[in-house]
């Protein structure tokens, strides 16, 4: 199985700031890579899928890059709805697995 | 607009039986390949099964393999999930996914609010 680890599993972080999350696979992924934002109580949504591509709707702050085994997610200008719990997901191969996540607090 | 709605979640003792359902509307169903995730109280998310459109490719998670089955009636646009032998640690709510698909890989596009199954004695 493909682990997913996510980095830091936690931050603090201000409305305006430019916050970055990673995601390292275990083996290569290729581009085949996927992060989602839960908020408390609700289902993920998703963000972004094959590492950079946004998904229809989400703001354009969002970003995604990498590819083989290391990834990036990036908001470049925190707002109050970002605050949210952050997976990567990888969909190379099967059993599809996600990272631990990352919570994005309010500094 | 896209809408999946879960129900047959509840409390079942060890070792019992759990058929969760989802109705799916606002998309064609049998064109889309169907996924269940679950997510324990507190902690992340779990990929457990997909099935993909025309029924004929069926993947399980390891922890569910040959405990839980998943099918689907396109004529009904209905996923659903039998669960049998649940185990405490199957605890967890259980959402329905609509896959999209890219490049023969696939993302979670469309999440249904989910269902809690709780295995407690």
């Known amino acids: 199985d493909i682990q997913m680890t996510q980095s830091p599993s936690s931050l603090s972080a201000s409305v305006g700031d430019r916050v970055t999350i990673t995601c390292r696979a275990s083996q290569n992924t290729y581009t085949y890579l996927n992060w989602y934002q839960q908020k408390p109580g609700k289902a993920p949504k998703l963000l972004i899928y094959?590492?950079?591509s946004l998904q229809g709707g989400v703001p354009s702050r969002f970003s995604g890059s990498g590819s083989g085994t290391d990834f990036t997610l990036t908001i470049s200008s925190l707002q109050p709805e970002d605050f949210a719990t952050y997976y990567c997901q990888q969909s190379y191969s099967s059993p599809l697995t996600f990272g631990g996540g990352t919570k994005v607090e309010i500094k | 607009q896209v809408q999946l709605v879960e129900s047959g979640g509840g409390l079942v003792k060890p070792g019992g039986s759990l058929r969760l359902s989802c109705a799916a509307s606002?998309?064609?169903?049998?064109?889309?390949?169907m996924t269940w995730i679950r997510q324990a109280p507190g902690k992340g998310l779990e990929w457990v099964s997909s099935?993909?459109?025309?029924?004929?490719?069926?993947y399980y998670a390891d922890s569910v393999r040959g405990r839980f089955t998943i099918s689907r009636d396109n004529a009904k646009n209905s996923l659903y999930l039998q669960m049998n032998s649940l185990r405490a640690e199957d605890t967890a709510v259980y959402y329905c996914?609509?896959?999209?698909?890219?490049?023969?890989?696939?993302?979670?596009?469309?999440w249904g609010q989910g269902t809690l199954v709780s295995v407690s004695s």
């Open positions: 094959a590492a950079s």
């Open positions: 606002g998309f064609t169903f049998s064109d889309h390949y």
């Open positions: 099935m993909f459109h025309t029924s004929n490719t069926i």
């Open positions: 996914v609509r896959q999209l698909v890219y490049s023969s890989r696939t993302a979670f596009e469309y």
